[in-house]
Nanobody
Framework: QVQLVESGGGLVQPGGSLRLSCAASGRTFSSYAMGWFRQAPGKEREFVAAVSWDAGTTYYADNVKGRFTISRDNAKNTVYLQMNSLKPEDTAVYYC??????????????????WGQGTQVTVSS
């Protein structure tokens, strides 16, 4: 069993930055790829970013590439999402999720088997 707990969300002005954290329980964290998804009101959950088990490979959605950075610290069982140059359209609940494999073989939600409860990010002036 894996438990994921996100933190770091909040209200930020356009152009600002936030860093989300996702703390994982269990000794298997370092064996699996991890991802971040988000869901805005009235919209489907969408892929944001993912990182392989060893942080050797990262993937990003086109609409966050160059602004967001995913990273992980296996010693701390934590995955991060650094978000810069935030835009109002980045407003959503952000979820971290555990991939079913060590490497990122898919960016669809079905490829992730454990999810956190989400953290709200609101970008507004």
């Amino acid at each position: 069993q894996v438990q994921l707990v996100e933190s770091g969300g909040g209200l930020v002005q356009p152009g600002g930055s936030l860093r989300l954290s996702c703390a994982a329980s269990g000794r298997t964290f370092s064996s699996y790829a991890m991802g971040w998804f988000r869901q805005a009101p009235g919209k489907e959950r969408e892929f944001v970013a993912a990182v392989s088990w060893d942080a050797g490979t990262t993937y990003y959605a086109d609409n966050v590439k160059g602004r967001f950075t995913i990273s992980r610290d296996n010693a701390k069982n934590t995955v991060y999402l650094q978000m810069n140059s935030l835009k109002p359209e980045d407003t959503a609940v952000y979820y971290c999720a555990k991939h079913i494999h060590r490497v990122v073989v898919t960016t669809i939600a079905a490829g992730y088997d454990y999810w956190g409860q989400g953290t709200q990010v609101t970008v507004s002036s």
